[in-house]
């Protein structure tokens, strides 16, 4: 602003121009490219210098903001109109929009010029806050040898007005004073402020500080101002490249030297493009669209004059001219949604927008008149809910009420945003909306079933089929079409008649155990009859329970007097209807079988006297002497006594004490009984059945008893 001053100053002097209203009433610039158009955006910001646009979610909004920068012109009395920023509001059908004061930067005074070059807001998220930070090159009052100016920043409510950097550049330093500047995009750069400190005339050399941010506290904010190149030309403006042909190195305006250049990370330049007979002020990069992305540059003797359109290649064309004066300062300045390009005419007091005749903002092929989505490159212009508002730009694509950020089905309208699976993706879009694996051909799309069962073969599956075997009976108890309430039985096998045999609610069609014993059908000798033990007692497969024949004797259980025993005779001894095969008394004596001593012949008494084992009912030899019964004469001989074989008897059965055998007569003395003993005794010894000695002694016995004597 000094420069400008002091050649203000000079060529007033000389007559060369004068800055007043003859000045500002020139014609309007034009534009030369066909393809562009330009209209006056807004006349209410005196001396406009720098422009801005707040970044998306800042707190200053969406209004383009424009520093106003007078001066008068006098040589000794410095800046002596106020310093202010406007910001421009779209009010009204069409421009040129009102201006709304904004903030006062302090009342040009030599004490308290500033002079605001260019102003910028850093990037969204950046540490340097949300601020408006504004490049004041004449703090210094405006003479020439005194400190530079510096950088200032301001917040939202236009309350906070601080000094961000101490003075930029040396004191005493003829002309030294900062102008543009541009936030580091990272990378090799970092983030740092990028300022151009120029010198205000020719042949004084230039610096290019960085600037860098020590906390968050805006009102605390620390800094350090490190020079990245020193001793440089004469720069005005700075901007980094946007990638591709033109790389991301930061490129340099320059005014004396007449040219851009680049500087890399490192702070080496190389030349990109020069222009013989005008200086280089004000730099931005295109932001595609219709405007690309070729560097426009404000360029002219003095005052800058033209616009430039330069592509990477440095082929250089005028995009407008005639201006009033445009120089100096920040002036140009792309809308976010880069459809126009915004001029500060500082001279014309006056705000320009050039737009595209047929303006296509997001380069997508589609004219913003026709693109549903002007600001997003959608070439195809998808609507998916035939609103107006293409997809690219459409919060809501399907216009289902829920934002496509937290949609799960973005362009398939599902309010309820159901999502059987829970895998993220809304049932109305997912292919696989069960998760089971199956998507074209799964015959339970909603149920997961990664088997595909499908018991009636009828095309839905098993997991989703109200009745699986087809059969009438639904397999829950709800009726639906095609079904009765059930639960089925046999949910997966036909069953029309529910029939349940053991009742366990398992249909007999389906019950692996149909009689509930515990043996599986397969395997059970009698499935429809419980029988646990599975006996078959004629081992012909099927069990006693339900074997019609269970001994296999011919004899139907039923008439059989021994079902489990063959006896085709059906003998039965006792007469109490069971077979002698199977009774376990056979002679209906009250003693079992087994431990009847004559199992086929009663003798409740069990009576052996001959202890054999071998009851007296049934034993051939009552007595056990040896002779049968039929030709024991003698019955109930005592144990151990010497019998005659032919009689069975024993000499005391032939000889009783009593008297003699066969009456009831008692002895007429005792010779008698002594004398019958000697002959039993000698017919025993003839039969040798007893020794000489044993005669002897028992005839000795005989006489000694008293037997036969009178009592």
């Known amino acids: 602003m000094r420069l400008k001053r002091i050649f203000a100053v000079a060529l007033f002097s000389l007559g060369v121009f004068h800055l007043t209203p003859s000045v500002r009433g020139q014609s309007a610039p034009t534009v030369l490219d066909p393809n562009f158009s330009i209209e006056v955006y807004t006349t209410g910001v005196p001396a406009p210098s720098g422009l801005a646009f707040a970044p998306p979610a800042s707190a200053f909004g969406s209004d383009l903001y424009v520093s106003s920068a007078p001066f008068s012109g006098a040589p000794a009395g410095g800046e002596l109109l106020p310093d202010e920023i406007y910001r421009i509001s779209e009010i009204g059908p069409a421009p040129p929009f009102p201006a709304t004061f904004f903030v006062d930067l302090g009342v040009g005074t030599a004490a308290d010029s500033v002079d605001p070059f260019a102003i910028e807001f850093p990037p969204s998220g950046s540490a340097f806050g949300d601020l408006l930070y504004i490049s004041a090159n004449n703090l210094d009052g405006g003479f020439h040898i005194d400190c530079g100016g510096r950088i200032l920043h301001v917040d939202s409510s236009a309350s906070l007005i601080t000094s961000f950097t101490p003075a930029i550049g040396p004191c005493n330093v003829p002309f030294s004073e900062p102008s543009g500047f541009e936030f580091g995009p990272g990378g090799a750069f970092g983030i740092d402020i990028y300022l151009a400190d120029g010198p205000q005339e020719a042949g004084n050399a230039a610096n290019l500080f960085t600037v860098s941010p020590d906390g968050a506290d805006a009102n605390d904010f620390g800094d350090s101002i490190v020079p990245f190149v020193a001793g440089i030309g004469d720069v005005r403006d700075v901007a980094f490249g946007p990638g591709g042909a033109f790389g991301t190195d930061l490129y340099l305006s320059e005014f004396f030297t007449q040219a851009i250049s680049i500087a890399d990370s490192t702070g080496a330049i190389t030349p990109f493009v020069s222009f013989p007979s005008d200086g280089a002020w004000d730099i931005e990069f295109g932001p595609g669209g219709a405007f690309g992305d070729d560097l426009y540059a404000v360029v002219g003797p003095f005052f800058g004059n033209r616009i430039l359109r330069i592509t990477s290649s440095g082929v250089v064309s005028t995009l407008a001219n005639g201006f009033a004066g445009i120089g100096f300062f920040d002036a140009l300045e792309f809308s976010p949604d880069g459809s126009c390009l915004f001029v500060a005419d500082h001279e014309g007091s006056n705000v320009y927008r050039i737009c595209a005749a047929n303006p296509d903002s997001d380069g997508d092929g589609v004219p913003n008149v026709d693109d549903n989505c002007p600001g997003n490159s959608n070439s195809e212009q998808t609507d998916t809910d035939l609103d107006g508002a293409g997809d690219a730009c459409d919060d809501d694509d399907d216009d289902d009420g829920v934002p496509d950020g937290d949609d799960n089905c973005p362009f398939n309208a599902n309010p309820g945003q159901l999502d059987l699976d829970n895998d993220g993706l809304g049932d109305v879009c997912d292919a696989d909306p069960d998760g ?94 419980a029988n646990a033990a599975q006996d078959d007692t004629d081992f012909d497969g099927d069990g006693d329970a339900c074997d019609a024949d269970d001994d296999n004797d011919s004899i139907p259980d039923d008439n059989d007097n021994c079902p489990l025993v063959a006896n085709l005779d059906q003998t039965e001894t006792d007469g109490d209807g069971d077979g002698d095969a199977c009774d376990g008394d056979l002679d209906g004596d009250g003693v079992g079988n087994d431990v009847d001593n004559c199992p086929n012949d009663p003798n409740s008494s069990q009576n052996d006297l001959d202890g054999d084992g071998i009851g007296d009912a049934c034993a051939p030899d009552i007595d056990g002497d040896g002779v049968t019964n039929e030709n024991d004469v003698c019955a109930g001989t005592a144990a151990g006594m010497v019998v005659n074989p032919g009689t069975g008897c024993s000499i005391v059965q032939l000889c009783p004490c009593e008297g003699p055998r066969g009456t009831n007569q008692p002895w007429r003395n005792h010779g008698k009984y002594v004398s019958c003993v000697a002959h039993a005794a000698d017919d025993f010894l003839e039969l040798g059945l007893i020794t000489t000695v044993e005669k002897n002694t028992t005839v000795g016995e005989a006489g000694q008893s008293d037997c036969g004597k009178e009592k």
């Open 436 to 529: 089971d694996g199956i998507v074209a051909t799964d015959n339970c799309p909603l149920t997961p079933n990664p088997f595909q069962t499908d018991s009636d073969l009828d095309g839905a599956g098993d997991a989703c089929d109200d009745d699986d075997d087809n059969d009438g009976i639904c397999d829950t108890d709800q009726t639906v079409d095609g079904c009765v309430a059930g639960p089925d039985n046999c949910a997966t096998v036909a069953n029309a008649d529910q029939a349940d045999l053991d009742g366990d609610g398992i249909g007999n069609a389906c019950d692996a155990d149909l009689d509930d014993d515990g043996i599986d059908n397969e395997v059970d000798n009698c499935p429809e009859l």
